[in-house]
């Protein structure tokens, strides 16, 4: 296959896995926002959005690094693998113990507490599938990825329909969830055979020193990456807010979780894209820097385009995307979801950045960047949503990624003209 190929075969791959597993929660999201309205299903989301916090940060850069080292030499795969797996492992432990210490100290109710208590094992589950798609993203075989989580996803929602037609607890869809990710994580790991790869579990002190020591600036821009994007959902949730609204914490954790998932899974696309784009990007530098220039710059140039149509779509089908998800009852989330995608393009370009920044070696500027826009982002969503609540956070939310882009760009030149 060509270069272009492989792109296009990853990212489809990614995108048809994508496709059911949107799918699925476009379904589950219809019949909890239906059988257990606004406050139930932000009390769900509530449960499942905290953990989310601290998905990405259990990556850590690992996968990053480790896809950039094994792309040029993959000769001690097996044991590289294995590390990261062990890695992963400690890290979610934790970070687990940090989430429930920190659960302790926010002013939630005992059942949201016991929710949020058990879907911290997500971040477990999460970290195992992660370990898993580092071989197939140096191997350019998403489809088992692909396969794994279609088959979780199908099984979530199994399940969860079972739970939700028998009108059961909230807790009980969060357990689905949990059992479906262990099952995703499970055929993740079985299918790295397939590639041609089984992890050895020995720790390799050396290897996984640098392994960890390496990350750190990624680990650090992914901590302060998420402060920025899910920071609001968690204030939200607990600070004061402007009595004229009419709305409870956990009403307001509804309204603003439902456009918010829906502007998630819009982000797939520079994700999956450059999941794909980041190895040939790294064989490319090693060639010259015109040959990786010219991938940047395509690379860039297709996601722009992709985000300005994301844009232009979402606009005008938000209202009834929402009224089609959770019904008249969340009529104000309709503004969220306009702003959030006829801003996406922004979204859609710091990626490209990010990860040229990446190939460039210039990992340790990025912490600093996404540190100035958290700090921004946290500032004003605390001095703003006692106000202005949700209308406030989603403004912030591309202001601040606005804030990145720009910090990214200046730097990525300035690593550019030092080569």
């Not at 692909?146 to 969860?160: C, D, F, I, P, R």
């Not at 297709?302 to 005008?316: Q, W």
Request: glycine fraction near 6%; charged fraction near 10%; proline fraction near 3%.
């Amino acid at each position: 296959m060509t270069t272009a190929e492989k792109i296009a075969s990853n990212t489809v791959s990614q995108f048809l896995g994508k496709f059911v597993s949107m799918g699925v929660t476009i379904i589950l999201t219809m019949l909890i926002t239906r059988v257990y309205g606004v406050e139930g299903y932000g009390a769900f989301n509530l449960m499942v959005s905290f953990p989310a916090l601290f998905y990405i940060i259990s990556d850590f850069g690992i996968n990053a690094i480790s896809t950039r080292e094994l792309s040029l030499d993959d000769k001690d795969i097996n044991l590289h693998i294995g590390n990261v797996f062990i890695l992963r492992f400690l890290l979610s432990v934790v970070l687990i113990l940090l989430a429930s210490v920190l659960l302790l100290f926010l002013p939630y109710d005992t059942k949201i507490k016991a929710g949020v208590l058990i879907s911290l094992l997500l971040i477990l589950t999460t970290s195992f599938n992660s370990s898993s798609n580092v071989g197939f993203q140096v191997r350019l075989r998403y489809d088992l990825t692909t396969y794994a989580n279609s088959v979780g996803s199908l099984m979530s929602l199994l399940l969860s329909s079972v739970i939700i037609f028998s009108k059961g607890s909230i807790f009980l869809i969060v357990a689905s969830f949990i059992f479906s990710e262990f099952i995703k994580a499970l055929l993740s790991f079985m299918f790295l055979k397939k590639v041609g790869i089984t992890p050895i579990f020995k720790f390799d002190s050396n290897l996984s020193k640098r392994l960890f020591v390496s990350s750190i600036p990624l680990g650090l821009m992914f901590i302060f990456s998420q402060i920025n994007f899910k920071a609001d959902s968690v204030l939200l949730s607990f600070l004061k807010l402007p009595a004229s609204l009419n709305l409870n914490n956990i009403q307001t954790v509804g309204i603003y979780g439902l456009p918010y998932k829906v502007f998630e899974v819009s982000l797939i696309v520079p994700t999956f894209f450059m999941n794909s784009v980041y190895p040939i990007m790294v064989k490319n530098f090693s060639i010259s820097k015109e040959r990786l220039f010219s991938t940047f710059s395509k690379s860039t140039l297709i996601l722009f385009l992709s985000g300005i149509l994301c844009a232009l779509f979402g606009f005008f089908l938000s209202e009834f995307v929402i009224f089609a998800l959770g019904g008249k009852g969340f009529y104000q989330s309709v503004f969220i979801l306009k702003v959030l995608l006829g801003t996406i393009f922004i979204f859609y370009l710091t990626q490209p950045l990010s990860w040229l920044i990446v190939t460039l070696k210039g990992q340790n500027y990025l912490p600093f960047i996404y540190l100035s826009a958290s700090i921004a982002n946290l500032l004003l969503n605390v001095l703003l949503i006692p106000k202005y609540s949700f209308y406030a956070s989603v403004h912030i939310t591309w202001i601040s990624e606005l804030l990145i882009l720009f910090l990214l760009a200046l730097t990525a030149r300035r690593l550019w003209i030092k080569l």
